[in-house]
């Protein structure tokens, strides 16, 4: 008998959530998010992002998707170029910065980085290729400077300090700056 | 028996069920939370509304999904091989430029991508909403850039 009523708890409340849930996927995204105009000719021929990014590892913040991921696992396979002769070059070297303050270091994957992206739209604006030389801050960044042009944007939010400040000083026993790089 | 207050609460019959209840709700709960996330409108992180002129010319904002133009391309072949400033509203677009390949012109020109002359596609957003780049943390932080459709456009 008790095993039973334990069984049915737990039906009760999976199907209440699963019932919020649909209802709130029911929903059409575009018609109060504050952007789109449900009297637009077009409206109901766009496609909604609650279907195309179904299926991507999911994230807690921006789009909800891991993008990163979604591209390493092959979910993706975006176009690397329109101009014939330009490339994606991935470069897999981590930098670390100190100089955080009170936070943790920061690890700045270039691999992940260049998967997506060209070296100029980085180098040598506004990043110069010397580590410790492009006066980068904070403030800066929380402006749209910096890392801040990407994330808070488009790449994960600003408001994730632990994605990047990821290096807990006490224990960290290697050189700032540019790490080794690895072949894949 | 002497026994502390509290315990002798949770050993009573009543105590437990409502624990057991407790207990046996949230974890569905906490299920339902993780696998479905919050709220899906954020998905829409990262949408540009571009409003240089659009406003002026009697056309809806144009609004650009990020999110559906990244699962096609790499971020580098439109901010690198076509030139887009990763500034919202800074890269003075207009139609004449798209018509002659610049800018969206270059994949929506029938080949890689449909025409413009589907407006609606882009053209999409409501009437005075603020060149802006949606949901951005700039955005939250300071102050909200979307206005109510109501008011006049600049």
Redesign the interface.
């Known amino acids: 008998m008790k095993p039973l009523f334990?069984a049915l708890?737990?039906l009760?409340?999976?199907l209440?959530?699963?019932h919020?849930?649909v209802a709130?996927?029911a929903?059409d995204?575009f018609v109060?998010?504050?952007?789109?105009?449900p009297q637009?000719?077009?409206?109901h021929?766009?496609?909604r992002?609650?279907e195309?990014?179904a299926g991507f590892p999911?994230d807690?913040?921006?789009?909800?998707?891991r993008?990163v991921n979604a591209l390493r696992d092959g979910l993706?396979n975006?176009?690397?170029?329109?101009?014939p002769e330009?490339k994606?070059q991935v470069l897999d070297m981590d930098i670390i910065f100190g100089n955080t303050g009170d936070n943790a270091f920061v690890r700045f994957p270039h691999r992940a980085h260049t998967?997506?992206?060209?070296c100029?739209?980085c180098h040598p604006d506004p990043f110069k290729e010397k580590f410790n030389t492009s006066g980068i801050k904070m403030s800066a960044i929380?402006?749209?400077k910096f890392c801040?042009?990407?994330?808070?944007?488009?790449a994960f939010?600003?408001?994730e300090c632990a994605r990047c400040h990821s290096i807990k000083p006490d224990s960290f026993r290697g050189q700032l700056g540019a790490q080794s790089v690895k072949k894949p | 028996m002497k026994c502390n207050k509290s315990v002798g609460l949770a050993r009573s019959g009543i105590g437990v069920a409502v624990f057991r209840l407790a207990v046996f709700l949230a974890i569905p709960a906490l299920v339902a939370v993780i696998v479905l996330g919050g709220s899906p409108a954020r998905a829409e992180y990262a949408d540009i509304v571009i409003n240089n002129y659009s406003d002026a010319a009697g056309m809806r904002p144009a609004v650009f999904p990020h999110w559906f133009h990244r699962i096609r391309f790499r971020c580098k072949v439109c901010h690198a091989d076509i030139g887009f400033k990763f500034k919202a509203g800074g890269n003075e677009i207009n139609m004449l430029k798209i018509i002659n390949g610049e800018f969206c012109g270059a994949c929506h020109n029938g080949e890689i991508a449909w025409t413009v002359d589907n407006c609606d596609f882009c053209h999409s957003g409501k009437p005075g909403t603020p060149t802006q780049v949606h949901g951005s943390t700039v955005q939250k932080l300071q102050k909200p850039a979307t206005q109510p459709a109501t008011q006049p456009a600049k």
Not at chain 1, 40 to 43: D, E, K, L, T
Not at chain 1, 78 to 83: C, F, L, S
Not at chain 1, 115 to 118: C, G, H, T, V
């Open positions: 334990l708890l737990w009760i409340g999976g209440l959530f699963l919020r849930g709130v996927a929903e995204v109060n998010d504050g952007l789109h105009d637009g000719p077009s409206f021929e766009l496609q992002p609650t195309a990014l999911p807690t913040v921006g789009n909800k998707v993008w993706i975006p176009r690397t170029n329109i101009v330009t994606i998967e997506w992206l060209d100029a739209n929380l402006e749209g801040g042009k990407c994330h808070g944007a488009v939010p600003l408001t």
